[in-house]
């Protein structure tokens, strides 16, 4: 069925470092990668997402690439810093049938200040 | 302009009891989904439903229904509730729901159930 892998479940970086978060898709017809951010007690926010017509975005400290063969995308923030730390879950979705997301299990992302 | 709003916040029952969680979506948006997220891990997908029809549901027990209102506002219910139903509920809105180019999901802060 339908599966989204994310690894590493935690992840602790010294502040200026970078970090790197992956995913690995199960299902071929995925086209839409999100990425959210969620905060101890927040919503899940979005903060990237790529299409499957694109190999890469960036958003100033932030990127994501995508591996259509490989059903490999990542997430890579640059000099992360203290506001950094949160759970980032990536997700995968299609256009077609129901629009339902499915989400990666998380990372646990902690930015020593 | 307000984003989604979910409510109740927190809601405490017992096992056997019928909840019902309340999901208004951003001005404009015509879909609503409902995510259930555990403790620890990623949300799940429960229900999508757009203009009152259901488009969709995940692998939940028929004890979870939903509907949506002619104001796209939404209701999530759960009969006969058990202890693994404590989570977060999450509510998200989302334009017309096709997973069109520019369709992206909006996620309300959650109803935080608990079964005791």
Known sequence: GENVEQHPSTLSVQEGDSAVIKCTYSDSASNYF?????????????IIDIRSNVGEKKDQRIAVTLNKTAKHFSLHITETQPEDSAVYFCA?????????????????????? | DAGVTQSPTHLIKTRGQHVTLRCSPISGH?????????LG?????IFQYYEKEERGRGN?????????FPNY???????ALLLG?????LCASSLEGSGGFNEKLFFGSGTQLSVL
């Open chain 2, 60 to 68: 939940f027990p028929d004890r979870f229904s939903a509907r949506q």
């Open chain 2, 41 to 45: 891990q990623g949300p799940q997908f």
């Open chain 1, 34 to 46: 999100p990425w959210y951010k969620q905060e101890l007690g927040k919503r899940p926010q979005l």
């Open chain 2, 30 to 38: 015509k879909s609503v989904s409902w995510y259930q997220q555990v």
């Open chain 1, 92 to 113: 995968a979705s299609r256009a077609s049938g129901t629009y339902k997301y499915i989400f990666g299990t998380g990372t646990r992302l902690k930015v020593l200040a």
């Open chain 2, 85 to 89: 139903d404590s989570a977060l509920y």
């Open chain 2, 73 to 79: 506002s939404s209701e999530l219910n759960v009969n």
